[in-house]
């Protein structure tokens, strides 16, 4: 047996660990692997051999503990409908011996894997994502450490602010799902969080901070600064979404970016302090945490456990903390976002509080 890995779309924490807990079982059970360098594009161009590398059992300390992805990403889309590739893959399946691929990915990376199963390829998958708001798992590789980057960096913020006095946005991942900025910043103790789910009036954010400093100085706290959290694709009421640029990557996205600093421009003119900073990569760039690396490894050998039984078209899910697998072609239900109904407060423009009475 001889098995390919490939990491596609962005890099998560998380990702080297996957690929050693791949190359851990499969050595195992006497498989061969084979990296396919930046996801897809290795096996849907013709020449590939510097996108193919051998995968010992030498890898499997050295990707353990490392962030990023040594295999490297892109966007790369084999199944596009204005460039299909799919006869290249299968080309290249057969050039390089490959009886099964392990995908590691996001929505659009294993959704062109699904595609791919439904053509003929053998292919499992593994869930990426630091948003974590894919369709039938409860977890993603990335999520965990993305969350500890997000909390750490709003304590360090919040010394500038209360040092300055000032109101600070600070700009979290999540295009679709706010589970970053609302899990990041309940962890956080934030003042405001914004989410791509709940549509805002500038209006009310500029209410909402207007009572709580009330607040505080009613109180007597004679240091007041606020924390803002706020999700990259968080919608304004009536507006257009802020982007990076107009560029479209091979999936039909756009980059998003900046929401953060708009906000603050349209509310210094009313508050005297306001600051900006958004996170962007540094969430995704950071050391694996604990259970990145745990679940990496988890994952890997569940996906060679897959292939060995003959399950193709699944990828490895957790549901109610359990791993399981799930059909490849669920992925394409994706996002998986967060209900504004049970767990945000569209008044307080925060996390839903919940609590229950504790009893022996």
Request: hydrophobic share 35%; aromatic share 8%.
């Amino acid at each position: 047996m001889r098995i390919g890995v490939l990491t596609g779309g962005g890099d998560a924490p998380g990702l080297n660990p996957a690929v050693a807990g791949v190359v851990e079982r499969a050595t195992m059970c006497g498989y061969e692997v084979l990296g396919l360098k930046r996801g897809w594009e290795a096996i849907s161009v013709r020449e590939n051999a510097s996108h193919i590398v051998e995968l010992g059992p030498e890898i499997i300390r050295e990707y353990s503990r490392l962030g990023g992805s040594k295999l490297q990403c892109s966007r790369t889309n084999p199944v596009s409908e204005k460039n299909d590739r799919t006869d290249i893959v299968k080309e290249n399946m057969k050039k390089l011996g490959l009886d099964a691929i392990v995908a590691i990915g996001g929505e659009d990376t294993l959704g062109a894997a699904s595609v791919l199963f439904e053509r003929g390829i053998p292919v499992v998958g593994i869930p990426k994502t630091i948003d974590r708001d894919l369709y039938g798992t409860e977890y993603s590789l990335g999520y965990d450490t993305a969350l500890n980057v997000i909390c750490e960096s709003a304590q360090r913020i919040a010394h500038s602010a209360e040092s300055h006095q000032t109101i600070f946005f600070l700009e979290v991942m999540g295009r679709h799902a706010g589970w970053l900025a609302l899990r990041g910043g309940e962890a956080a103790f934030a003042d405001i969080i914004l989410i791509p789910e709940y549509s805002f009036e500038v209006g009310q954010l500029k209410e909402v901070l207007r009572e709580q400093l009330e607040t505080s100085r009613s109180r007597g706290f004679d240091q007041i600064y606020k924390m803002i959290i706020v999700s990259e694709g968080a919608h304004i009421e009536g507006e257009e979404e802020i982007r990076k640029d107009t560029k479209l990557d091979e999936f039909g996205h756009y980059s998003l970016g900046g929401v953060g600093n708009y906000l603050k421009g349209l509310l210094e003119h009313d508050f005297r302090h306001t600051r900006y900073t958004a996170l962007a990569y540094l969430q995704r760039g950071a050391q694996p945490t604990q259970k990145d690396r745990a679940m990496g490894r988890r994952f890997g050998h569940n996906a060679v456990e897959m292939i060995k039984n003959g399950d193709f078209g699944f990828y490895v899910g957790v549901q109610r903390a359990r791993l399981v697998k799930v059909r490849l072609l669920e992925i394409r239900k994706s996002p998986s976002l967060v209900d504004v109904s049970k767990h945000y407060d569209t008044e307080r423009l925060n996390v839903k509080q919940q609590w229950t009475d504790i009893t022996e």
